[in-house]
Nanobody, 129 residues
Framework: QVQLVESGGGLVQTGGSLRLSCAAA????????MGWFRQAPGKERDFVAA???????????HYADSVKGRFTISRDNAQNTVYLQMNNLTPEDTAVYYC???????????????????WGQGTQVTVSS
């Protein structure tokens, strides 16, 4: 069982930055792939970024095309925390952002919300124009 708690959301102007954090409680955090998703009102939950685990030591970062070059995902296994640094924000980034976890060897693609077992409660990000 993994409990996830997001923080760091807020209101920012276009071009601004925010860093989201997701603290995980539970064992073996390092063996989980972690993802960030977002959901705007009336829309589906979309993939933003993920850090996946391979061969026991290697982590890869993956990004949606819409955030590539602006967002950076990172993780600190010692702190059981995954981060999402968001730069050059635009109003199109406004959404509730969710952190999610899946065991590294579980089935399902890292960009598919249905592949994740555990979810946080979400944190609101609002970008004003």
């Amino acid at each position: 069982q993994v409990q996830l708690v997001e923080s760091g959301g807020g209101l920012v102007q276009t071009g601004g930055s925010l860093r989201l954090s997701c603290a995980a409680a539970g064992r073996t955090f390092s063996s989980y792939s972690m993802g960030w998703f977002r959901q705007a009102p009336g829309k589906e939950r979309d993939f933003v970024a993920a850090t996946t685990w391979s061969r026991g030591i290697i982590y890869y970062a993956h990004y949606a095309d819409s955030v590539k070059g602006r967002f950076t995902i990172s993780r600190d296994n010692a702190q059981n925390t995954v981060y999402l640094q968001m730069n050059n924000l635009t109003p199109e980034d406004t959404a509730v952002y969710y952190c999610a976890a899946k065991r590294a060897y579980s089935s399902g693609d890292y960009s598919d919300p249905g592949a994740y077992e555990y979810w946080g409660q979400g944190t609101q990000v609002t970008v004003s124009s």
